[in-house]
């Protein structure tokens, strides 16, 4: 009985032993579950949003970051962050889910929302610098900029302008709106300008009640077929792109998402003026479109408005006096015909375009500039056509 208890308990351990090292495998093979991830933080950046979380001390977990409102997402694999395309205004939070082979945890808490900002870009010649459109009206004294003409928009919307044509520098980001632009190389050197930015913002506030702040990129005597050459490295276009980003970049910095509301283009009369730019101006401002789309953080649907550009009322008194002749008035006649249907036939065939004609907005005794009221009237125009697409 000894022998066969001593038998049979070698037996039980010998089976216990190779138990256990058969299920060894099995175990070492389990995968362990996750849990919610933590430390979840949200950071906006140029057109973008980082999330970040504290990764779990597992391998193989994916990590999925989904928004609120719904529509933003991404994921990764063993990775403590991930950077999303934003390019809509929102509130947007922002929770991570884990995930591996044996399932997922649940959502972490929604992030604070952020700070966010619709920006509105101006870019062209002389109009959209506002060359001789004088804050105070040297005729009336009426100061179109004073307190008394302004709106809220005055107080809480911001401008920004780099060198160029236009001083003081404004700083290293945006300032008031209604901060004095001097126009230095204009016929006035020392008296405040400004362009169609103003009744613009303005009229997106009394619209909306939006806050935007405006990225002004202006250069008179400037034509598309050559200084605004996207495919010109470091020229005008090049730092347009910089200096929207920079702006963007710089208060994304503070914790402020910048959404690009709309690019406003006013540009076309030296195009219109030289018989040898003026025809290829409808292909040029197709390609300049789409490399701003390509080039900026823009989302597809946010609008490009196009000033419609006109030197008509120069040609009609050039005729009058009788001062132009023939064939240069012909020559006129001809660039401007043509860049305005250039304008007509971009904005009828190119996704997301608009445009305002300026034909018959008040101007300057020089006939080319729009007046102070004639800008404040086209950045109303150009805001109702667009201030209901920002997206």
């Not at 216990?16 to 090292?21: F, I, K, P, S």
């Not at 922002?94 to 929302?113: E, Q, R, W």
């Not at 506030?205 to 990225?215: E, F, K, N």
Request: proline share 7%; with cysteine.
């Amino acid at each position: 009985m000894r022998r066969s208890f001593f038998a049979s308990s070698m037996l039980l351990a010998m089976l216990c032993v190779l138990t256990g090292a058969a299920s060894a495998p099995a175990r070492a093979a389990t995968t362990l579950m996750v849990t919610t991830p933590r430390h979840v933080i949200a950071h906006p950046g140029v057109g973008t949003v980082t999330v970040s979380w504290s990764a779990l001390r597992l391998t193989g977990v994916t990590y999925s970051v989904a928004s609120t409102p719904a529509g933003l997402s991404c994921t990764v694999v063993d990775k403590m962050s991930c950077t999303i395309p934003v390019t809509t205004s929102a509130p947007w939070q922002f929770s991570v889910t884990a995930s591996n082979s044996s399932g997922s945890s649940l959502p972490s808490a929604p992030t604070k929302p952020f700070k966010h900002r619709t920006l509105l870009i101006v870019v062209g010649q002389s109009n959209a610098l506002g060359a001789e459109s004088y804050a105070k009206d040297p005729v009336t004294g009426i100061n179109y900029l004073a307190r008394h003409y302004g709106t809220r928009a005055d107080v809480v919307d911001k401008i920004f302008w780099p060198a160029g044509w236009l001083s003081p520098m404004p700083g290293p980001s945006a300032v008031n709106l209604d901060t004095p632009q001097i126009c230095v190389l204009c016929n006035s050197p020392s008296v405040q300008t400004f362009g169609p930015e103003i009744g613009l913002a303005r009229q997106v506030w009394a619209d909306t009640g939006t806050p935007v702040t405006i990225v002004k990129e202006t250069w008179a005597v400037t034509s598309l077929a050559v200084d605004w050459n996207p495919s010109t490295p470091g020229d005008i276009y090049s730092q347009m792109v910089a200096s929207v980003k920079s702006e963007m970049a710089i208060d994304a910095a503070s914790g402020q998402l910048d959404v690009i509301g709309a690019f406003y283009w006013y540009q076309g009369e030296n195009d219109a003026m030289d018989p040898a730019q003026y025809p290829a101006y409808e292909s040029n401002l197709t390609a300049f479109i789409g490399h701003v789309r390509a080039d900026l953080p823009i989302n597809p649907a946010a609008p490009i408005a196009l000033a419609k550009e006109s030197i008509g009322a120069l040609i009609a008194l050039e005729q009058f006096a009788g001062s132009c002749g023939t064939p240069n008035c012909s020559g006129l006649v001809a660039g401007d015909t043509g860049v305005r249907a250039a304008d007509d036939q971009v904005a009828a065939t190119v996704h997301g375009v608009v445009e305002v004609d300026t034909l018959g907005l008040p101007r300057t005794g020089l006939l080319i500039h729009l007046s102070n009221v004639g800008e404040l009237e086209l950045g109303k125009e150009l805001a109702v056509a667009t201030d209901h697409q920002f997206p």
